[in-house]
């Protein structure tokens, strides 16, 4: 069992920091937000006041943070990661950034004396809570290995992508993809019903025939199918809709840097952005399907 500093105790880092104390480790906990250090502390962590005091006698530092500026000044301010914690200990950002910014922050890191990999997240809400998350792994074989246990106490399936940054670099993409699936698989059960069928009816048809993606199995837009999506709960997130945007506009970015096209990705982003821009960011991301009945 490890020692390990854990700091950014949101939607999804809080279930994290839980599941790595049910795991048997000893965890510090530290967030801006004073409410989710409390809870925290109920569930066995140690209550930190700042970086510094989480992680001064951390082996492991997991962070989950909002976006690569809060990654680098956490890791590497002057009263950060780098500064505070023993040296070799491995460094875990489970947060969703810019490949450029996770790659800056490897370098930095192994400049300062640390292991470092870049570790976003697939599942969402629920899966942080119950322990299933994916990992998808950037980093040397070395610092790999040690961060594959600690991962292993948060999610079921854990990938190693390759090198610096290409944890993000599969996010991001997974993430496009995510977004482009549910706003086809919302005009599909649109259609159904416009023409006729019932959303149950369609939803047995196509979830076992060429049309079957997780957006409609595992997420149905369209209430009644799936009893779990937020279809069902009136599109409360789960995965909101400012959530989305910011993993396309981080994939809009890297396809640019990259001269990779993104056509449809670009689609994508722009009908996040409409929504978000009409003031339906905290709405689902399936919420789409709400849009297309005219009912925004």
Known sequence: MAKIAFIGLGNMGGGMCANLIKA???????????????????????????????????????????????????????????????????????????????????????????????????????AAEAGTLTFMAGGEEAAFAKAEPILKGMGKNIFHAGGAG?????????????????????????????????????????????????????????????????SNRDYKPGFAVAMMLKDLHLAADAARAAGAEIRVGELAESIYQNLSDRGFGGLDFSGVMKDLKGQL
């Open 24 to 126: 048997g480790h000893t965890v510090a906990a530290f967030d801006l937000n004073a409410e989710a250090v409390s809870l925290a502390s109920s569930k066995g962590a140690r209550a930190a006041d700042t970086v510094s005091d989480a992680v001064r006698d951390a082996e492991v530092v997991v962070s989950m943070l909002p976006a690569g500026k809060h990654v680098l000044s956490v890791y590497f301010g002057a009263d950060g990661v780098a500064a505070n914690a023993p040296k070799g200990a491995v460094l875990i950002d489970c947060s969703t950034i810019a490949v450029t910014d996770a790659r800056e922050a490897h370098t930095k890191a192994e400049a300062a004396g640390f292991l470092m990999v870049d570790a976003p997240v697939s599942g969402g809400v629920a």
């Open 166 to 230: 290409n944890g993000q670099a599969a996010k991001i993409a997974n993430n496009m993809l995510l977004g482009i699936s549910m706003i086809g698989t919302c005009e599909a059960f649109n259609l159904a019903e416009k023409l006729g069928l019932d959303a149950e009816t369609f939803f047995k048809i196509s979830s076992v025939s060429s049309g079957q993606c997780w957006s409609m199995t595992s997420y149905c837009p369209a209430p009644g199918p799936v009893q779990t999506a937020p």
